[in-house]
């Protein structure tokens, strides 16, 4: 019967108890991940630090023969790697860098505070104005131009191609890299493409549209979690129920309990851990498998840098909560060592109870076989009752 009765439990524990758990502590941490200030509003400012590094690191190593196979796409790098002016610095002179730090950080970090109840509940708007402005700023003609001046001359079929280009505007890379003899058929297909594709640029996004209208101090992220935290009854179910039908003592009881729960925890922690050192091995061989050309897998590689900055800050979350989780299952085990072992009622009253019954067994036959003495006031009793007769 116990064997029954532990095999139901264990069945209960590893198809339903510990799968479940597993999943929650995900859910609880990816939630706990996304929606705090961190991720809203640090995590972006982060990474838009490191793109104008990101990009003259690609530069730099883009920059060998080995990885840019095409003639055109090396000429049109080694110009941008001899330029006298660097992507950072034609980021801060045209203000874009400034424009993602500001206005695009501080949107999001108003969506933070809306969130945790800090502002009232509004439609936050990211304005792109400032960065059509930027687009347009004399700074990047003047930076292509100077591309252009480290390339080689044209010859007159990739000056016919530049001519082309002026009425049908094509990317830059796709343009020829040499420089044309007349450098203002240039200048004027550069506007074109430039003016081209900033007017398909909105002037407004809207990041959070049609906020609901909730209190000001409702910390609706905190409301958020509460709500996640719950789910954890769900697992928390399935394992008191085999617990209690698997542990036959208290001690049995809170022990199967904390061996579940400690189970649960570092098979999420382990799960963390595989995908995160799993994500820089896809990123490794995706690009091979598509067929994708060397410069392309630079740029994935170091996209796949900034991924892994959100992984590392999404999967942060979820160790933390599966540590939490872990440290429940440890201190529930140990506590079953602290309670007393319960035994079975027959087993603990049968020794205590049989010698009484036969001692008093043996004084009653001792009892009825032995004469009982009589003193000798108790004789002299009757002769006295005699006499007095």
């Known amino acids: 019967m116990d064997a029954l009765r532990k095999s139901i439990g264990v069945l209960i524990i590893i198809f339903l ?64 790697v001899e330029a006298d002016t660097s992507i950072k610095e034609l980021l ?8 993602m730090e500001n206005e695009l950080s501080g949107s999001l970090k108003q969506m933070g505070e809306m ?47 530049w001519i082309e280009a002026a009425a049908n505007p094509r990317d830059l890379e796709d343009l020829p890299a040499c420089r044309p003899t007349d450098l203002e058929s240039a200048a004027q297909a550069i506007n074109f493409v430039q003016d081209h594709e900033i007017e398909d640029i909105p002037d407004e996004v809207n990041i959070f549209e049609h906020a609901p209208s909730f209190p000001k101090r409702v910390d609706l992220i905190q409301g958020v979690l509460s709500f996640t935290y719950l789910l954890f009854l769900i697992p928390a179910f399935f394992i008191v ?13 809170f022990r199967w309990m904390g061996i579940s729960t400690l189970i649960g925890g570092i098979l999420a922690f382990a799960l963390s851990s595989l995908i995160k050192h799993a994500v820089p091995w896809a990123m490794g061989i995706a690009p091979e498998a598509h067929g994708i050309t060397s410069f392309e897998k630079v740029m994935v590689g170091k996209a796949g840098d900034i991924g892994i900055l959100v992984i590392e ?27 007393p072992s319960d035994t079975r009622p027959e087993q603990r009253t049968e020794p205590e109870t049989q010698p009484p019954q036969q001692s008093i067994k043996e004084t009653g036959s001792e009892s009825t076989s032995t004469p009982t003495s009589t003193s000798p006031e108790e004789k002299d009793k009757p002769d006295s009752e005699s006499e007095t007769k």
């Not at 990101?54 to 055109?72: G, K, Q």
């Not at 930027?134 to 079929?157: G, M, W």
């Not at 129920?241 to 009881?253: H, N």
Request: proline content about 6%.
């Open 313 to 339: 800050q999404l999967l942060s979350a979820v160790n933390s909560v599966a540590g939490v989780v872990c440290l429940i299952g440890i201190v529930l085990f140990a506590l079953s060592y602290l309670l």
């Open 17 to 80: 108890g510990i799968p479940i758990l597993v999943g929650i502590i995900w859910t609880v941490g990816l939630t706990k991940a996304v929606v705090t200030p961190e991720f809203l509003s640090d995590l972006p400012r982060e990474i838009i630090e490191k793109i104008p590094d990101m990009v003259d690191e690609v530069l730099e190593e883009v920059d060998r023969e080995d990885l840019v196979d095409d003639p055109n796409g090396r000429a049109w790098v080694k110009a941008i």
């Open 241 to 253: 129920i085999a617990s209690l039908i698997g542990g036959t003592t208290k001690s049995g009881f």
């Open 115 to 161: 969130l945790r109840g800090e502002i009232p509940a509004r439609t936050i708007v990211l304005n792109l104005r400032p960065l059509k402005q930027a687009l347009r700023h004399e700074a990047i003609k003047e930076y292509l131009v100077d591309l252009l001046e480290n390339l080689p001359p044209c010859d007159d079929d990739q000056l016919e191609e």
């Open 92 to 99: 801060e002179k045209t203000g874009l860098l400034d424009w």
